[in-house]
Structure formats: C-alpha cells, structure tokens
C-alpha cells in the first residue's frame, strides 16, 4: 500500500467533506432519539444509547485523524496505525451489533438473539485480529511480502463485511415478512419495502469500499470508511424511527384479531383447534419485565433497544372461548411514546 501524497489531498479533501455533512445530520438524529429515551426513562445507561453515541465520536475521531495523516499533518507510527485499526474494530463490530439488536426484535426464541450476537461478534472479532496482523505490518513496510498478502486480504476482509450486512438485512426482511406481515399484521409492508430499499445503500457503501482500493493512493479509500459507517449509522437511526412509527400505527387485521391503539396487539393464531392469543407488547428504549408482578410471562426476558418486542402473554383457551377483559386488563405495557 503506497503512503498517502499530496495528489491525494484533493480526493481526501471531498470525502471529508462529504463525511462532514452527513455526520451533522446523523448526529441530530441521535441527540433526538436519545433525547426521547432520556423524558421517558430518565436515565441513559442503554445498550442502543451506548452503541450509536460511540459509533457517532468513533468515527468523527477516525475521520479528522486519517484526514490528517493524509494531509502529512500526522507522521506514520506504530501508535497511530495501531490506533486507526482499533477504531476501525470498533466501528465495525458496533455497527453489526446495532443491525443484529434490529433482527433480534423479531425473534421470539430467547436464546436466539444471543448466539447471533456473541457468534457475530467472535467471527468478525477474528477479521479484526487478521487485519491486526496484516495490515499494520503493510502500512510499516515491514517487508513486501505484507504488503501483497495485505492487498488480498484488504478486498477478502471488505468483502466479508459486505455478506454479512446483507445476509443480516436479508433475515431481518424474512422475519418481517414470516413473523409479521403473514401473520395478519400488513401494517409492516412499509417497514419492509423500506428495509428493502435500504440493502442497495448500505450495500452500495460496501462496494464502494472495495473499489477505492483501486485509486492509484489506495490508502485514500480508509477516509471514505468513516462517510460509508456514518451513512450506515444513519440509515440504522432511521429504522429505529419507522419502526417506532409503524408500531403506533393502525393495522388491518382479521376480524379475530383485537388491535388497540395504545400500541398493544392481541394476535390470533390457529393451533391444532386451539386459538392462541399473544398479547405483544412493544416500547422504545430498554424494557424490562418484572417476572413477579407479571403472572403469565412467558420465559422472562430482557432485551435492549430503541425498540423492543416482549411476549408478555400467552392465554389458551379452546374454539369458542375467549380472554376476558379482566384478563387483558391486568397486562401491563409501555406503548412507543
């Protein structure tokens, strides 16, 4: 990888400035939505809160201090390489950590979300150990050897990160799709459609990235990885949003369905001549359940997040037979405020 020149200051030059614009506008987003999590729980010790904030300074720090490596203002060192894979770990780990807490909504099996995370974690823990070992060596010229392995396994490494964004997206549009819009709930058609049209974005920056390594400086495609993690960022509080807004919205259903506006959905299912009623509750923030005031929770869970989806209910009673409303009276939720 050659050092960066000043031919490449110009290109720099319009990737931070484009980084600049697009990280206001994400920035406002998060104070916004960490605003709301503040008036409502008045604390702001979240994962989702702790995950976009960091994600938010990490990249502005890996932006200004590339951009100033570029510009020759700070020198080649082992500290500042060191220093710009860690955040460039951090950013990416984060990153799929806040599209797995999105799928992980949408997962009834409690175990599930949690081996998504530690297992999504672990292996992209691996990819950021290897560029560790191959790419601080390369920017070090600690032989050329480093430096033809590290021109692979840059575009091996991009091109990990770009199956496993979209693989995420992808589940995330079949959980929808199965869990939800099958199941009568058609006010997620937009979530969906959105969704789907958010995959040739987020994908778009992938690609990006592994076509900037083509630049005849390919050390001028690092600066556009903090326009491309913002952008994702961006595109991760805007779902938060929609999801929020769907779930507050109307919903066609059937006429056994009983749909509340305070945000609470009573979804009949079909069982084997049994018709279950699942009273699913959903909150923005973090939510968690007190298993002794709650007499019919259904496996005590916790969960995190700008939205969360928790099986409170499980009531079965055979054809014909209904909950009273007493019953549904003593469930207790939070509606997204």
């Not at 604390?43 to 510009?71: H, K, P």
């Not at 999105?102 to 995370?117: E, F, G, Y």
């Not at 490494?157 to 959980?175: A, H, M, Q, R, T």
Request: one cysteine or more; glycine letters at 6%; charged letters at 20%.
């Amino acid at each position: 990888m050659a050092e960066p020149d000043k031919h490449s200051t110009d290109v720099a030059s319009i990737f931070f400035g484009f980084f600049i614009a697009l990280w206001i506008f994400t920035a406002t987003k998060a104070v916004r939505q960490t605003s709301s999590i503040w008036r409502r729980r008045h604390t702001l010790w979240n994962r989702y809160v702790i995950f976009i904030w960091t994600e938010v300074f990490a990249n502005v720090v890996f932006a200004v201090t590339t951009y100033l490596y570029i510009r020759g203002v700070q020198k080649p060192s082992l500290a500042y390489f060191t220093g710009i894979v860690i955040m460039w770990a951090v950013l990416t780990q984060l990153l799929l950590q806040i599209i797995v807490n999105r799928v992980a909504l949408i997962m009834v099996t409690k175990d599930r979300p949690r081996l998504l995370r530690w297992g999504l974690f672990l292996f992209i823990g691996l990819v950021n150990i290897s560029v560790f070992c191959i790419w601080i060596p390369a920017m070090l010229r600690s032989g050329p050897q480093w430096v033809r392995i590290n021109h692979v396994w840059e575009r091996v490494e991009k091109s990990i990160f770009l199956v496993v964004d979209l693989g995420l997206n992808i589940y995330f549009l079949y959980l929808v799709r199965s869990q939800l819009i099958e199941k009568g709930l058609t006010k997620y058609w937009p979530l969906y459609n959105f969704n789907a049209g958010i995959i040739l974005i987020s994908t778009s920056m992938d690609i990006a990235l592994l076509g900037l390594q083509s630049l005849p400086n390919a050390y001028d495609y690092i600066q556009f990885a903090p326009v491309a993690y913002t952008a994702k960022l961006h595109i991760e509080l805007s779902m938060a949003e929609l999801i929020s807004k769907v779930v507050r919205g109307r919903n066609r259903v059937d006429a056994s369905d009983d749909w509340t506006s305070d945000g609470t959905v009573l979804s009949s299912h079909i069982q084997g001549g049994t018709k279950r009623q699942t009273q699913t509750l959903y909150a923005k923030g973090e939510m968690e359940i007190d298993e002794r005031s709650e007499a019919g929770l259904v496996g005590p869970e916790r969960q995190e997040g700008i939205l969360k989806t928790v099986a409170v209910v499980q009531t079965e009673t055979r054809d014909g037979e209904s909950g009273t409303n007493s019953e549904r009276g003593s469930m207790k939720g939070t509606a997204v405020a």
